[in-house]
């Protein structure tokens, strides 16, 4: 799959259903054929945005999933930026509901109805070769975030 343009494929569509000139014949084809693009126009304003590989998030536009590891972009207070992988812990999780092993140092608030303790939220990042510690909280400003890329196939 590649990302498109949705935008010149719906200014397309559009220009299809307002072209001029067809005879009666063709106009009466191009009742059931308008109804198709009027479909299509529909369904691609309804399609969710993609975000293409190697293609920054601004942690304002949107969050990446719950616990999903990604590429972070991280800026210290005194302004050095560095990159690292991590991933978000939103408000609400519990130490159960999550994929990560979680020392009570970082979880601050204890719920009572589940008999557990909510993961403090926040941003993550991760350690695979660290054993029981896999996660470390970022306490400088994660700013921008990007899937990813597939692991390297068979050969890597």
Known sequence: MRPIDGD????ALEAELCREGDDLEDRQWAYGYAAGVSFAVRKLAEAPTLTPPNEWVSVEERLPDAEKEVRLFCVTPNGYKYQCQGFYVPPGMRRDDSDYSWDWECCDQYDEDSDDYFV?????ESSHNWDEYSAFGIADKVTYWMPLPEPPGKEG
């Open 8 to 11: 010149y494929i719906s200014d």
């Open 120 to 124: 403090n939220p926040g941003w993550y």
